[in-house]
T-cell receptor
Framework: NAGVTQTPKFQVLKTGQSMTLQCAQD?????MSWYRQDPGMGLRLIHY???????DQGEVPNGYNVSRSTTEDFPLRLLSAAPSQTSVYFC?????????????FGQGTRLTVV | RKEVEQDPGPFNVPEGATVAFNCTYS??????FFWYRQDCRKEPKLLMS???SGNEDGRFTAQLNRASQYISLLIRDSKLSDSATYLC???????????FGAGTRLFVKA
């Protein structure tokens, strides 16, 4: 079972460049989300989606865009990378409509902006 | 104030020790609670859900106090393999917005 697949695993960007972090899940989960993890900060919610065509902002959405055209895919776009976006990014998915469902995470993308 | 706050850690304990982690949350409307475990440079994985009546899974016991908005995790008979970061997780109303605490680092030493 693939679960949640994130690509790339590592990326170095120059300030001002744009890129898309890919996230795909094969569990037919309704809910998908993006987090960033910085030392001492825990995981902070960037954007989330409760189903295809529906997205909403989390705690730290500035500088990021998302779309959800299919149930499987939830890409995260950095419009103009800044050094403050250096972080580890995790994509997660869970079954919708049930409060106690487990969130499954991808292996993370380590992004460095220079 | 952060929505979910945890003991800062790190906790350094010998093998066989009992260790407890605490977590508080600010949104009284929160409905679901979890503990996740994260190994170094890995993704978080579910350790256990937390129920109002308290629940146990082997050496791990989780408790929830809704009145005090407080969650705890107790690990008995610590093993070297328990060394990890433990994340307190709270789901808000609707079950979709999931907030993570900053995590508590545990080191178990031989």
């Amino acid at each position: 079972n693939a679960g949640v697949t994130q690509t790339p695993k590592f990326q170095v960007l120059k300030t001002g460049q744009s890129m898309t972090l890919q996230c795909a899940q094969d569990m037919n989960h309704e809910y998908m989300s993006w987090y960033r993890q910085d030392p001492g900060m825990g995981l902070r919610l960037i954007h989330y989606s409760v189903g295809a065509g529906i997205t909403d902002q989390g705690e730290v959405p500035n500088g990021y865009n998302v779309s959800r055209s299919t149930t499987e895919d939830f890409p995260l776009r950095l419009l103009s990378a800044a050094p403050s976006q250096t972080s580890v990014y995790f994509c997660a998915s869970s079954q919708g409509g049930n409060l106690n469902t487990e969130a499954f995470f991808g292996q993370g993308t380590r992004l460095t902006v220079v | 104030r952060k929505e979910v706050e945890q003991d800062p850690g790190p906790f350094n304990v010998p093998e066989g020790a009992t260790v407890a982690f605490n977590c508080t949350y600010s949104n009284s409307a929160s409905q679901s609670f979890f503990w996740y475990r994260q190994d170094c440079r890995k993704e978080p994985k579910l350790l256990m859900s937390v129920y109002s009546s308290g629940n146990e899974d082997g050496r791990f016991t989780a408790q929830l106090n809704r009145a005090s908005q407080y969650i705890s995790l107790l690990i008995r008979d610590s093993k070297l393999s328990d060394s990890a970061t433990y994340l307190c997780v709270v789901k808000g109303t609707g079950g979709f917005k999931t907030i993570f605490g900053a995590g508590t680092r545990l080191f178990v030493k031989a």
